[in-house]
């Protein structure tokens, strides 16, 4: 079965310091990994994937993540966070070897960046 | 603007009533996805459609039904709504392959009195 975690419901971070959010993840086979970002009362927006390939992906917004596949983790990161950046952020997966395409979210974590 | 659209925005309707939402995929996309998201459950994935035909069915209840249009475009209905049918439900649409990104519609809020 596949799942997603975001162990953080809440990240905090003062405006200009680095922010990650953190996601892990399981499938049964090679994962397929995004980050969507949700602004109030709107759609999610696609942030970056990884499908294979560089470990390290880079994205909209100056965002970037982290492939890792020994600890199953695809951490979003900044390195400078903006206020404009708050909103909610989901990772998703999707199994590779299978025949469906439809995501798998996770919980989210509500970025708030602190001016 | 990610080229999807829904309509309504918002539906406020009354318990065991029927109520239809409607998407607009991207132009060129074959695939349409309906998720779910409310504030106990998540995002849940409900159903899939590809050029047609359902393809993929995720928590879905029986009072719940889609289908795709010969224009690409998608309904979901839902009949015989309860109060826990509250929610945003979200339309996504990608292209053929897995590896393709969805796109997302502003969603559409139902609201069950």
């Known amino acids: 079965a596949q799942s997603v975690a975001q162990p953080e419901d809440q990240v905090n971070v003062a405006e200009g310091n680095p922010l990650t959010v953190k996601c892990t993840y399981s499938?049964?086979?090679?994962?397929?990994l995004f980050w969507y970002v949700q602004y109030p009362n709107r759609g999610l927006q696609f942030l970056l994937k990884?499908?294979?390939?560089?470990?390290l992906v880079k994205g909209s917004y100056g965002f970037e993540a982290e492939f890792n596949k020994s600890q199953t983790s695809f951490h979003l990161k900044k390195p400078s966070a903006l206020v404009s950046d708050s909103a909610l952020y989901f990772c998703?997966?999707?199994?590779?070897?299978?025949?469906?395409?439809?995501?798998?979210f996770g919980t989210g974590t509500r970025l708030t960046v602190i001016p | 603007d990610s080229g999807v659209t829904q309509t309504p925005k918002h539906l406020i309707t009354a318990t065991g009533q029927r109520v239809t939402l409607r998407c607009s995929p991207r132009s060129g996309d074959l695939s349409v996805y309906w998720y779910q998201q409310s504030l106990d459950q998540g995002l849940q994935f409900l159903i899939q459609y590809y050029n047609g035909e359902e393809r993929a069915k995720g928590n879905i209840l029986e009072r719940f039904s889609a289908q795709q249009f010969p224009d690409l475009h998608s309904e979901l209905n839902l009949s015989s709504l309860e109060l826990g049918d509250s929610a945003l439900y979200f339309c996504?649409?990608?292209?053929?392959?897995?590896?393709?990104?969805?796109?997302f519609g502003p969603g559409t809020r139902l609201t069950v009195l």
């Open positions: 996504a649409s990608s292209g053929a392959q897995g590896y393709n990104e969805q796109f």
């Open positions: 990884y499908i294979t390939g560089d470990n």
């Open positions: 998703a997966v999707r199994d590779g070897g299978t025949g469906a395409n439809n995501l798998f």
């Open positions: 499938v049964s086979g090679n994962p397929y």
